[in-house]
C-alpha cells in the first residue's frame, strides 16, 4: 500500500501513576489490559505530548490471523494523511468541525493538533465498536512527528496514550519511555476485539520513516 506524502505495567485510575511504556524487543510478550468493554462499546484513545513538534495520531482498521496486524484498503487507514483535506488523493471526507471518520463510522479522528502545548489532549480517536466492520480484530494506533524538523522523540516531552471509555473514565494511561528516543514513530500499541470484548495491548514498537514506510508494515 501507498499514500502520497504531503508536507505534511501501573494503570491509571484517577489517582495512581502513568505506567511507562517501553519499548517491546523481539521474542517479548507484550502485557495486555482489558478494558472491561463490551463489544459495542463507544470509546477513545487520546494522544497527549508537552512540546511544540507536530505529532499524528494514525489508526487501522485490521485483520489480524496469525501473521501481525493487516490492512488492504485505504479506507481502513485513519490518519490525516488519508483525509481529503489535507490530501486531495486521500479517501476520507473531513466534517467542518477539522474531524474525519472511515466510511463506515467505526474510527473517527477528532482533528489535527500542530502542538502539544496548553492542552491536557492533544489528538483524539473514538472508536464506535457497534460499527466495527465484520473480521476486524486489531486495531493498531501509532503516532508519527511530522518530518519538518526531522525530530526524534528525544525531543519530544511526555509522549503517552491515554484509553477512556463513554463516561470519561481512565482505563490505562501509558507515557513513553526513553528508550523511544531515537524514533520518530513508535506503535503506541493496539487495541483488540475478542469474544468478551476489547483489549489493549502495549506493542511499544518503534520505527524510523515516513508515514508510507510504516503503512507497509501493516499491508
Same mark, same amino acid.
Given at each position: 500500500m501507498y499514500l502520497p506524502w504531503y508536507t505534511e505495567g501501573l494503570i491509571r485510575?484517577?489517582?495512581?501513576?502513568?505506567?511507562?511504556?517501553?519499548?517491546?524487543?523481539?521474542?517479548?510478550?507484550?502485557?495486555?489490559?482489558?478494558?472491561?468493554?463490551?463489544?459495542?462499546?463507544?470509546?477513545?484513545?487520546?494522544?497527549?505530548?508537552?512540546?511544540?513538534h507536530d505529532l499524528d495520531a494514525h489508526a487501522l482498521l485490521a485483520t489480524?490471523?496469525?501473521?501481525?496486524? =493487516?490492512?488492504?484498503? $485505504?479506507?481502513? %487507514?485513519? #490518519?490525516?494523511?488519508?483525509?481529503? @483535506?489535507?490530501?486531495?488523493?486521500g479517501c476520507l471526507n473531513g466534517n467542518s468541525d477539522g474531524s474525519f471518520s472511515t466510511p463506515e463510522g467505526a474510527l473517527t479522528h477528532g482533528g489535527d493538533a500542530r502542538t502539544g502545548v496548553n492542552a491536557d489532549v492533544d489528538e483524539v480517536?473514538?472508536?464506535?465498536?457497534?460499527?466495527?466492520?465484520?473480521?476486524?480484530?486489531?486495531i493498531p494506533i501509532f503516532v508519527?512527528?511530522?518530518?519538518? =524538523?526531522?525530530?526524534? $522523540?528525544?525531543? %519530544?516531552? #511526555?509522549?503517552?496514550?491515554?484509553? @477512556?471509555?463513554?463516561?470519561?473514565?481512565?482505563?490505562?494511561?501509558?507515557?513513553?519511555?526513553n528508550q523511544f528516543g531515537q524514533f520518530d514513530a513508535v506503535q503506541m500499541g493496539s487495541l483488540l476485539l475478542g469474544p468478551s470484548g476489547w483489549e489493549f495491548v502495549e506493542a511499544g514498537?518503534?520505527?524510523n520513516g515516513d508515514f508510507n514506510s510504516i503503512l507497509e508494515y501493516f499491508s
Amino acid at each position: 500500500m501507498y499514500l502520497p506524502w504531503y508536507t505534511e505495567g501501573l494503570i491509571r485510575s484517577y489517582n495512581m501513576a502513568l505506567k511507562p511504556l517501553n519499548l517491546v524487543k523481539q521474542g517479548d510478550v507484550a502485557p495486555k489490559l482489558s478494558l472491561n468493554l463490551s463489544k459495542v462499546a463507544r470509546f477513545t484513545a487520546e494522544l497527549f505530548w508537552d512540546s511544540e513538534h507536530d505529532l499524528d495520531a494514525h489508526a487501522l482498521l485490521a485483520t489480524n490471523s496469525g501473521d501481525g496486524a =493487516k490492512v488492504s484498503a $485505504f479506507e481502513q %487507514v485513519l #490518519s490525516t494523511y488519508n483525509c481529503k @483535506k489535507t490530501n486531495p488523493q486521500g479517501c476520507l471526507n473531513g466534517n467542518s468541525d477539522g474531524s474525519f471518520s472511515t466510511p463506515e463510522g467505526a474510527l473517527t479522528h477528532g482533528g489535527d493538533a500542530r502542538t502539544g502545548v496548553n492542552a491536557d489532549v492533544d489528538e483524539v480517536i473514538i472508536i464506535d465498536g457497534a460499527k466495527m466492520p465484520s473480521g476486524v480484530n486489531e486495531i493498531p494506533i501509532f503516532v508519527t512527528i511530522h518530518p519538518s =524538523k526531522s525530530a526524534k $522523540f528525544a525531543d %519530544v516531552k #511526555s509522549a503517552g496514550i491515554r484509553i @477512556k471509555n463513554d463516561q470519561g473514565v481512565v482505563l490505562g494511561e501509558y507515557e513513553l519511555s526513553n528508550q523511544f528516543g531515537q524514533f520518530d514513530a513508535v506503535q503506541m500499541g493496539s487495541l483488540l476485539l475478542g469474544p468478551s470484548g476489547w483489549e489493549f495491548v502495549e506493542a511499544g514498537a518503534g520505527f524510523n520513516g515516513d508515514f508510507n514506510s510504516i503503512l507497509e508494515y501493516f499491508s
